[in-house]
Every structure is written in C-alpha cells, then in structure tokens.
C-alpha cells in the first residue's frame, strides 16, 4: 500500500459529481474475457449464498434481461434446492472452491451474499480469475480484506458493486446533491444511528447438537477457527452478532445509514475512532455502542468533521442538543447533518428534511437519472462503465466502519488511524484485529 492511496482519492473528487461514486475505469466484458466466454450478449453469473438477502440478490440480478444465471452454490442443501427450482439449469455446489475450479471458464461474473466473514474470500477468488463482484455490504469482515479487494479489482478494472441497494434510491442519492450543493452550509458534525441490535453480551456456546443434514457446517465456518455447530445461534443470520462471523449493527444498518453523510461529504480515512460501550467478552459483539469519529476536512466540511455512530438502546442520539421544532421526532434510524446554516435529517430511507433556525424549511429533491443497483452493475459488466458504489467506494467506506468495529473490543480509547500503513499507531494489539487469521485449508491468495 502506497501512501498515496487517500490523496489520490482526493485528486478524483472532481470525478464525483451529483452523488455518482468514485469509480475506477472498468473493462467490457469484450476484453475481460476470451471471445468464446461471452456467449452472445448474456453474462453468465454465478451466486454464492443463495438464502436470505442471497436470494432477493439472484431475484434482482436475473431480472435483468441479459444475465444467465449459470451456477448457485450455498451450504445448506434446502436453500440450494429451493434456489434451483427457479433456475434448473443452473449448476449447483456447496463449495465455491469447487464452483471456480469447474466452472471458471463458463462464468463472467460473481454474486457475494454470504455471512460477512465469507465475503472477502469468495470474492477475492473471484477477482482472481477475473470476474467482476457483486458483493453484499458490509464489503469484508476485516479492514485488511476490505483494501486487498478494491486493490485488486482496481488493478484489473473489474466492474464491481457492493449491495448498498438504497445509496440509489432517489432519497440517498438526492439528499448527497443538496448537501453538495450547500443547503446546509459546510457540515461540521454527522450523527448517525439505528435502533437494531446485533449484539449479544452471553459466554461462548456450551455442548453440541447434531449438525443437519442439509448443511455443511465447516464450509459454513470457512476461513473462521473450527468450533461444533449450536442450532439457531449462527446459521442463519445470527451470526451477525458474533465477532468471528457479523460486524455487529455498525456493520449491518450502518453500512446504510453512513453511506450517504460518507459519500456526500466525501469522506476518506478517519484520523481516530473511539468507543463506548460494555467491556468485550470475546464472544459478541456489544448491545449498544457510540463510536465517535474524527475525520479529515474536506471541500464540504468544516476543518474536521466530527461523527458520531449509536447503536441498540443508545439511538437515537438526545435530540434535545438539535435545533429542531418541537414537532420533529427523531426516527428509529436516520443520518442528521449539521451544518453552518442548519440541520439536514435524512431517515432510513425517506425524504429529507431541511431546518434552518430551528424552523422547517421546505426542500425538493432533484430530478436524477438513478439506475437500479444491480442493473448498473450487470450493464457494467457487459458494457464497461461506472458503478455507484464499487468497491473503489464500499472499500473505503467499510474500512471506516469497520474501524469502530475494532474500537468497540477496546472501549473508552481513542484508536488513532494510519489509513497508508493500516495501523493503529498508539495500541498495537488493536493490530491485530484489522487482519484475521484464515483456518488452514481455507487461506485464498491475495488475502
Ligand atoms: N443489502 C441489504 O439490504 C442486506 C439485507 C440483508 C442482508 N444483507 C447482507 O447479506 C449477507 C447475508 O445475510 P443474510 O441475512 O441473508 O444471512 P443468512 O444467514 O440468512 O443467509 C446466508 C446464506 O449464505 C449461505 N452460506 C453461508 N456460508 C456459505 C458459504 N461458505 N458458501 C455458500 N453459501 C453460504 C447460507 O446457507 C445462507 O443461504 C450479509 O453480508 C448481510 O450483511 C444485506
């Protein structure tokens, strides 16, 4: 990693305009591929983890007229089954190992939606052989894996697309717009929040219980160290409260709810994170957080930006310290700016709103050409082109978060951020949480 990475984002910051992300240039799949790879013009995708928002994934990548979905791989045989049934002539696996290795010349592109501790090595293997990703947020589980990633996938100007699905809605994307534009003034402070909680405070899991039949249980833990399999505690979707599996409700809505206060205030690396929360256990990730942030300036903040994330019973923040109208209630999950001239409120997702002098003001989002997310991302594949939130953006982004994900093992103490070096520089045992250990047998090149 050079130290150039954060300023030549900068640099490109005249590239964003209206709330299009940065994006790097990307190859058609004309020239990604031999000739005989493309078949017509159809990109043939292959979907690993096809259950829960895997399988709303396949649903909205298919409806686009081009695509063949071609190979589906999960490790629970039902959900494979179920995922078939739609699309018969699909190849199915349960190891996407054993997906890139039969089937990397009869696929163009790769859908990532597994838990988040499989991301970065499913796709990683996949922009090894050159494919483009599309990949579910957060981008990786680990800060490390999240830069090896968008390195590679710039170098080789793969088209890819992290699954932040709302940073094009009209609501996301309007409001970057107007705090570009200035409706607030420059912003000085960003307060973000959900009320979810992806925590759990109890000890590790006690005994065994049978592994089901249909799932494959030491694929399902992949890279993460070998433990016996305890029903309903992590698949599914429990694992997100899990510190070797989920990144916590930072991790889940914050990826969401940050990304527009990110991308319209162009944000790059934090200067330091710090926590709030009970002492970590080792196990789960804590109920309720505040992760506090200080971010550099940029053209559209104030000489430092200060952000501040809560989470469970600490969201929303005190409205009490906003100049708000009394009939303003704060949602149960929302970005709120406050700027020079006044506060923005934007809830998870809706419109807007816009107070100047403690009074409502009214505001209008522009008219914007938003493409559907995962369309964008398929023309790119096969066109060439930009995607709004490739990995060039999800990269940075989820690096950022993740930074609070790291804070939250070490409450009360200022984390203070090396974005070039990727280090912690005043806790050197915080080091070692910003890249993970693989199992043996599960180690991907690259990362
Ligand atoms: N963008 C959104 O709005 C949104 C919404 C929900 C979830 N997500 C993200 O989607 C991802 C999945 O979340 P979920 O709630 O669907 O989880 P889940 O546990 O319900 O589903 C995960 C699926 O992946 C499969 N799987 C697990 N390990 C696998 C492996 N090694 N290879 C192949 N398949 C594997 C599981 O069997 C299951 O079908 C997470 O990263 C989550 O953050 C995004």
Redesign the pocket.
């Known amino acids: 990693m050079t130290d150039t990475f954060y300023s030549q984002q900068l640099n490109r910051r005249d590239l964003l305009k209206t709330g299009v992300a940065l994006s790097a240039a990307t190859l058609p799949l004309s020239q990604l591929h031999s000739a005989n790879a493309v078949e017509g013009t159809r990109l043939r995708t292959a979907h ?7 399988g709303a994934d396949l649903n909205s990548v298919s409806s686009h007229s081009q695509v063949a979905v071609t190979a589906l ?4 045989s039902t ?1 494979l089954a179920e995922a078939s049934q739609k699309f018969p002539s699909a190849k199915t696996y349960s190891d ?1 190992r054993q997906l890139f290795a039969e089937m990397a010349d009869s696929i163009d592109a790769v859908v990532v ?4 501790h ?2 970065a090595p ?1 796709a990683m293997m996949a922009l090894n052989h050159n494919k483009p990703v599309y990949c ?3 981008l990786t589980h680990d800060i490390y894996e999240a830069r090896q990633l968008r390195l590679l996938a710039e170098q080789k100007q793969l088209p890819t697309q992290m ?3 709302v940073s094009s809605s009209p609501q996301y994307r309007g409001t970057t717009q107007l705090i570009q534009e200035g409706v607030i003034g420059k912003v000085s402070q960003v307060y973000v929040w959900s009320h979810k909680n992806w925590g759990y405070d109890g000890p590790a899991f006690e005994g065994e219980d049978p592994i089901p039949e249909t799932l494959k249980w030491d ?2 833990l ?1 890279t993460a160290a070998a433990r016996p399999y305890k029903k309903g505690k992590y ?3 429990q ?1 997100r409260r899990l510190i070797d599996f989920g990144t916590g409700t930072l991790g ?1 809505m914050g990826v ?1 709810i940050c990304d527009t206060p990110y991308r319209a205030l162009q944000l790059t690396a934090p200067s330091w994170a710090k926590t709030t929360c009970r002492p970590p256990t080792g196990v789960g990730h804590p109920e309720q957080n505040l992760v506090e942030y200080e971010f550099p300036g940029t053209d559209f903040t104030t000489e430092t930006l200060s952000w501040k994330w809560s989470d469970g019973a600490a969201a929303p923040p005190d409205r009490s310290q906003f100049n708000l109208p009394e009939s303003v209630t704060l949602p149960n999950q929302a970005a709120l700016f406050v700027g020079e001239k006044g506060t923005l409120l934007l809830p998870h997702v809706a419109d807007p709103q816009v107070f100047i002098d403690g009074q409502s003001i009214p505001v209008e989002l522009p008219k914007l050409d938003i493409k559907n997310h995962y369309h964008e991302w398929v023309d790119a594949c096969l066109n060439g082109g930009p995607t709004i939130s490739s990995f060039s953006y999800g990269g940075p982004l989820t690096e950022a978060l993740l930074l609070g994900v790291v804070a939250n093992r070490f409450p009360g103490q200022v984390l203070k951020w090396d974005a070039d070096q990727m280090q912690v520089t005043n806790l050197p045992e915080a080091n070692e949480l910003v890249r993970r250990n693989y199992r043996e047998g599960f180690e991907v090149h690259g990362l």
């Open positions: 690993i983890g096809v259950g829960g928002m895997g791989c999960d490790v629970d959900i996407f939606s597994t838990p988040d499989t991301h499913a579910q947020k957060p699954g932040i699905q694929l399902w992949g698949h599914r979707s694992w889940d969401h």
